[in-house]
T-cell receptor
Framework: GAGVSQSPSNKVTEKGKDVELRCDPISGHTALYWYRQSLGQGLEFLIYFQGNSAPDKSGLPSDRFSAERTGGSVSTLTIQRTQQEDSAVYLC?????????????FGSGTQLSVL | AQSVTQLGSHVSVSEGALVLLRCNYSSSVPPYLFWYVQYPNQGLQLLLKYTSAATLVKGINGFEAEFKKSETSFHLTKPSAHMSDAAEYFCAVSGEAAGNKLTFGGGTRVLVKP
């Protein structure tokens, strides 16, 4: 596709359930990022993938959060045993490479609501 | 470590008036700075960026920003606001290492009054 695609666009789940959020980056983009956007917290970096290198997981808030990227393309962010404080918009972005200053292309996000 | 402060979480301007959004940063390395805009229910779009070239950077939709090292600022301006400029604006600074992890400011929501 022409842009970064995220699915689902909205997800409502019950506290304690696991959820999976998907990101399809722009074809050819080697770098992929996950951010979380929540009221009062702004935009927080979660995790970064670059090519076949080990991901930078330094922004993951707890061990309930994990992500993988298969074949250097599609990425899945998994939240286990969801909590109400996990409610937020989860944004995925991709870029041509890892260089400082490179433009990030963002998807429209997944709005996660934990009841 | 990097940080970004945006003064004013909400700004209201009249159509045709100057738009000024303030951004101050902290960085332990020469910074790369960005302004992104987010329209309702959309992802972020890059407006402009500073990457150590010209200090006055021109972006899309008539926006520009000036990098002032002495003031650690990167304020965003537009001479004449348009109704379509109503959105949320985020200032960001790039991380120290390769990977371009961005640290974002808290965002400024712009309301344009007719």
């Amino acid at each position: 596709g022409a842009g970064v695609s995220q699915s689902p666009s909205n997800k409502v789940t019950e506290k304690g359930k696991d959820v999976e959020l998907r990101c399809d980056p722009i074809s050819g983009h080697t770098a992929l990022y996950w951010y979380r956007q929540s009221l009062g917290q702004g935009l927080e970096f979660l995790i970064y993938f670059q090519g076949n290198s080990a991901p930078d997981k330094s922004g993951l808030p707890s061990d309930r959060f994990s992500a993988e990227r298969t074949g250097g393309s599609v990425s899945t962010l998994t939240i286990q045993r969801t909590q109400q404080e996990d409610s937020a918009v989860y944004l995925c972005a991709s870029s041509l490479g890892p260089d400082r200053g490179v433009k990030l292309f963002f998807g429209s996000g997944t709005q996660l609501s934990v009841l | 470590a990097q940080s970004v402060t945006q003064l004013g979480s909400h700004v209201s301007v009249s159509e045709g008036a100057l738009v000024l959004l303030r951004c101050n940063y902290s960085s332990s390395v020469p910074p790369y700075l960005f302004w992104y805009v987010q329209y309702p229910n959309q992802g972020l779009q890059l407006l402009l960026k500073y990457t150590s070239a010209a200090t006055l950077v021109k972006g899309i939709n008539g926006f520009e920003a000036e990098f002032k090292k002495s003031e650690t600022s990167f304020h965003l301006t537009k001479p004449s606001a348009h109704m379509s400029d109503a959105a949320e604006y985020f200032c960001a600074v790039s991380g120290e290492a390769a990977g371009n992890k961005l640290t974002f400011g808290g965002g400024t929501r712009v309301l344009v009054k007719p």
